[in-house]
């Protein structure tokens, strides 16, 4: 691991929270550049231009200073779906599409932190906090089931078909990060594969 970060100034005066987004936004930033794993906390200090003891005023270690970052990207991450859900009615084929190209795009856009989501084998994701974070996102896309098929959200059926389009979009992003689709992936192919999968599990 290279500790060498730009020295930058440490600021004298914080307004009220902003030691803790800087910070987080540090993190952030080497997260997409280096890894989940890929830095050091002092890395992250020496970036927010914040003394290595400053963390330890808001979190207790390196893993609840994670925690907080994979929340605030679950959380864009969950606005990003809600709002391709919100732009299409229900039962419109085009919901179901639009719902699976934003977690791609999410994917595609913050590889980092979409890892950081789903790729720590241990540690921050352990967390009540981001369990629950992850299902109010799954919920989304079981919403947009039950209102494709009229069924109540906690249904069997509902809970199975969100399931698998779960499992779609999630071993598409992955295996997109991993450069291991096995063909030339342009938008217009990738909706149509949305479409396929829309269309066999959410019949119209």
């Not at 992003?173 to 063909?183: C, G, Q």
């Amino acid at each position: 691991m290279n500790d060498l970060e730009p020295a930058v100034p440490e600021k004298k005066k914080y307004h009220h929270g902003d030691l803790r987004e800087q910070l987080l936004e540090a993190v952030t930033t080497l997260v997409e550049e280096h890894g989940p794993e890929g830095f050091s906390l002092a890395q992250a200090c020496r970036r927010a231009g914040v003394s290595t003891a400053a963390p330890y005023k808001h979190f207790k270690d390196r893993t609840e200073i994670m925690q907080a970052v994979i929340l605030r990207a679950m959380g864009r991450m969950r606005s990003q779906m809600q709002a391709a859900a919100d732009a299409h009615p229900a039962r419109d084929p085009r919901r179901i599409v639009a719902l699976g190209q934003a977690y791609v795009d999410f994917a595609r856009a913050e590889p980092g932190m979409f890892q950081a989501i789903f790729g720590l084998a241990e540690g921050p994701n352990d967390s009540e906090l981001l369990n629950d974070a992850g299902d109010r996102t799954g919920s989304i896309v079981k919403h947009v089931v039950a209102d494709h098929r009229g069924e109540p959200v906690d249904s069997q059926d509902v809970e199975i078909r969100a399931y698998i389009l779960w499992c779609f979009v999630h071993g598409h992003s992955f295996l997109y990060l991993d450069d291991k689709v096995p063909f030339e992936l342009s938008g217009k192919v990738e909706n149509h594969m949305l479409r396929i999968v829309g269309d066999a599990i959410l019949p119209t």
